[in-house]
């Protein structure tokens, strides 16, 4: 369904208790994101929190799609699966032979609802410039949040930036944050991989200035849409129409004509970037792969202009150690896109599961339909190919048979034990390297790293190899006690998953010099019942590895597979154990040049104030703060982790 603007969306999760309103003055600079901290890793994601009192002439809207519910309000749909499989029919009627003229009128009016889609540049002014202000525009009049304690500044979170490419006049939509330096000075933080950093370059090229406008509010599909990974020039206004059912209706801006944005959007930032600038140095973030971020240079983005409307609600989120609102609208992106990577990239996918542990490209869990050996490997290849999956880093390839009643990849121990019982890790784990994300701070080097595949599908007799064992013996040893007592430098052990049978170990362990981990690797897997193990996940000794979601978590942002993997055989050769180094990296004992970041954590002082002024919020029982439980992980209290 559209809605006519942001706030009839804030109507319908008030109407469905999905909202809570606060009228106690909350600060933005780090209050609201501490409450929101502690509201979102509420089960099931907690309520969307509207702030009335912050201090500025606007309220604040905090978690709005942080939960499923308000995630399928957001989208008018009762599942998220309804989206993907409106996609998936549209496409076998488009795909489908036509022979007849019956056939084909059956079309028209599926392409008539193409059209409704496209989105309309109308004449005139929108509501979002009922309010103009071009005579010295000042963006610290808005209440633009900071986050984090260690993060540079405020910070403008949820922008949907509208840029065109200047010889194509082909317009993107994305989302990229923004660092508030002055009342009209602003970096953007666009990556290279981005279409926005694209046209950047463009306009280089052509020594010009390059327009650029910011929405904020109107229809929630517009924030979802900036997000979505869609193809290069494919308009993210158009999947936005498909998504509400009714076409955006765009208006020029005020001072940059050249760029539309939505009517009903609450907020319009204009301006430009300049190439003949020089770059900002933009950062620290506290960013969603619960690290911060460390500084880098960025363009800066002048502002030109500030609309808004009348009674404007100003949108924002944080992201932080998992999980976080992102989290739901990376699951909406894993539903609804499930049916365009089937129908034109990878056929045999049957379904796919991106734990919140792994934050988006980190891990994702795949089920393939397989016909033929080497089938895993091929979806491996086609998937790091496929748009942002090429950030991917783990990747988990299982299979069943058509007769087999299919295991759900949400039930994550099932889906492990069907994995390993299928996997040889001496022969079935694969290794490459390539583009990563630039927030990916285990690689070697900026925005390139190691990938990895377990391929646990069912394997055809052409995949196996002579002189390795599958099945794992069933003598009922087992390593676990001799692990504890025999290493002074391990400091947990969690054999859950092995007392589930799932052949994996998660080892707390205290680093001390160069080659550590792969010493204590060897020596482990030579113990007594170690070939019952078939991995070994390595975690730093400040993480909890008896805690499985924090564990995951860490490990799989400290991981670099194709650097970090050891092999080893058993004491009895045909067996072998994988052991993955999830440890931080440093210049003494691994060689590693960059700085390596801090988990994110709010300071004391905030959250002493937010604990004082609780029952004044009207939000609820008393949430401690999440940040206390990772307190002692941290290395030193600045962004840059000081692990000496």
Same mark, same amino acid.
């Given at each position: ?166 010889? /194509? ?94 009517? &009903? ?41 500030? /609309?808004?409307?009348? &009674? ?88 069943? /048979? ?187 004992? &691994? ?11 709010? &300071? ?41």
């Amino acid at each position: 369904m559209a809605y006519k603007n942001q706030q009839e969306f804030i109507q319908a999760i008030e109407a469905a208790g999905e909202l809570v309103r606060v009228k106690t003055y909350v600060d933005p600079k780090l209050e609201i994101a501490e409450i929101t901290d502690r509201m979102s890793k509420e089960p099931g994601g907690g309520k969307a929190i509207l702030f009335e009192n912050t201090g500025y002439d606007f309220p604040v809207l905090m978690n709005a799609y942080g939960s499923e519910k308000r995630m399928c309000l957001a989208l008018g749909v009762q599942q998220l699966d309804d989206v993907a499989r409106d996609i998936e029919e549209l496409f076998k009627l488009l795909s489908s032979p036509k022979d007849g003229i019956i056939d084909k009128l059956k079309l028209l009016p599926k392409l008539g609802a193409f059209a409704s889609w496209m989105p309309k540049v109308k004449k005139g002014r929108g509501a979002c410039q009922e309010v103009v202000i071009t005579d010295a525009p000042d963006i610290t009049k808005l209440p633009v949040i900071t986050c984090w304690p260690q993060d540079g500044g405020p910070f403008v979170t949820l922008p949907i930036i509208n840029t065109k490419d200047p010889n /194509t006049h082909i317009r993107n939509v994305g989302m990229y944050r923004m660092q508030v330096f002055g009342p009209q000075l602003t970096a953007m933080h666009w990556h290279k991989h981005k279409v926005s950093a694209k046209h950047f370059n463009e306009y280089k090229k052509l020594n010009k200035r390059m327009p650029v406008a910011v929405a904020l509010g109107g229809d929630p599909a517009y924030a979802y849409s900036a997000t979505a990974p869609l193809p290069e020039n494919v308009d993210e206004y158009m999947l936005a129409g498909f998504l509400r059912k009714k076409k955006v209706e765009l208006v020029k801006c005020i001072t940059q004509p050249d760029i539309e944005v939505p009517a &009903d959007a609450d907020f319009i930032i204009e301006g430009y970037v300049d190439p003949n600038d020089d770059l900002l140095w933009e950062g620290p973030f506290g960013d969603h792969t619960g690290y911060y971020s460390l500084p880098d240079w960025y363009p800066k983005f002048h502002i030109t202009a500030i /609309t808004h409307k009348k &009674d404007p609600v100003y949108p924002a989120t944080i992201v932080g150690i998992p999980p976080q609102e992102d989290a739901w609208l990376g699951k909406a992106t894993e539903r609804i896109f499930l049916a365009p990577i089937k129908m034109t990239l990878v056929p045999e996918i049957e379904d796919m599961e991106m734990p919140v542990e792994g934050v988006f490209h980190n891990l994702v869990n795949t089920r393939i339909q397989k016909d033929y050996a080497g089938q895993g490997q091929k979806v491996m290849n086609a998937m790091w190919g496929a748009g942002q999956m090429m950030f991917n880093k783990i990747l988990v390839l299982t299979s069943q /048979t058509r007769e087999e009643k299919k295991v759900p990849l949400t039930d994550y121990k099932a889906a492990a034990r069907e994995v390993f019982k299928n996997l040889n890790p001496a022969t079935d784990v694969y290794f490459s390297q390539g583009p990563m994300d630039v927030l990916d701070h285990s690689c070697s080097k900026l925005g390139f790293g190691g990938k990895m595949c377990i391929d646990g599908t069912l394997k055809f007799e052409e995949e196996t190899r002579e002189g390795y064992l599958y099945e794992l013996p069933d003598d009922g040893t087992t390593p676990v006690a001799a692990i504890r007592e025999g290493f002074t430098e391990v400091h947990q052990v969690n054999d859950r998953l092995f007392n589930n049978g799932i052949p994996v170990l998660i080892i707390s362990i205290r680093k001390n010099r160069k080659g550590h981990v792969k010493a204590l690797h060897e020596a482990i897997v030579q113990l007594p019942g170690m070939e019952r193990i078939k991995m070994i996940l390595y975690v730093e000794h400040t993480v909890n590895a008896n805690d499985l979601p924090l564990a995951l978590w860490r490990f799989c942002n400290n991981l670099d597979p194709a650097r970090d993997h050891l092999l080893s055989a058993t004491s009895k050769e045909a067996y072998f154990c994988l052991g993955l180094d999830g440890t931080i990296k440093t210049k003494a004992f &691994d060689d590693f040049q960059r700085d390596w970041p801090n988990i994110i954590v709010a &300071d004391d002082a905030t959250i002493k104030s937010v604990d004082e002024k609780w029952n004044a919020l009207g939000i609820g029982k008393f949430i401690p703060s999440p940040s206390l439980k990772y307190k002692d992980q941290m290395y030193g209290q600045e962004a840059v982790a000081n692990v000496e």
